[in-house]
């Protein structure tokens, strides 16, 4: 589940950033940034911290003999797209929302293959 709750924040904080968009910020002193204008913190900290639960939680949800594990990654990814639907409709919406369904799409299948390389099952 950890892996679920950690896709589910990166997806929400990747759905506030399509929303509100990224902003440039320079102060002169060759300290460019982008960051998400005001009201955007919460997006930012689901985002970051979502991202540090998935890169860490993902090693061990694929590198399995077993397949399901991934499907916590792969719901993770489809409460994202909802949230970014729920948000617009417009296409940048729409591509972000298939992007997160594809990925989630493709975790337990990278999960089944890489089982069967390490189990020494080849495919036919």
Not at 22 to 47: C, I, K, M, Q
Not at 52 to 80: C, D, F, M, N, Q
Not at 83 to 95: I, K, Q
């Amino acid at each position: 589940m950890i892996g679920a709750a950690g896709a589910s924040a990166l997806c929400w904080g990747v759905a506030g950033t399509v929303h509100l968009g990224l902003v440039h910020h320079s102060n002169g002193r060759r300290r460019d940034g982008w960051s998400l204008p005001e009201g955007g913190r919460l997006y930012e900290f689901a985002f970051t911290a979502g991202a540090i639960v998935t890169l860490y939680s993902v090693p061990g949800l694929l590198r399995r003999k077993e397949w399901w594990p991934a499907l916590s990654l792969s719901l993770g990814t489809v409460v994202g797209a909802v949230s970014v639907l729920v948000l617009g409709r417009e296409p940048r919406y729409w591509v972000t929302a298939a992007v997160m369904v594809v990925l989630g799409g493709v975790a337990p299948l990278v999960s089944l293959w890489w089982g069967r390389q390490r189990s020494g099952v080849v495919a036919a």
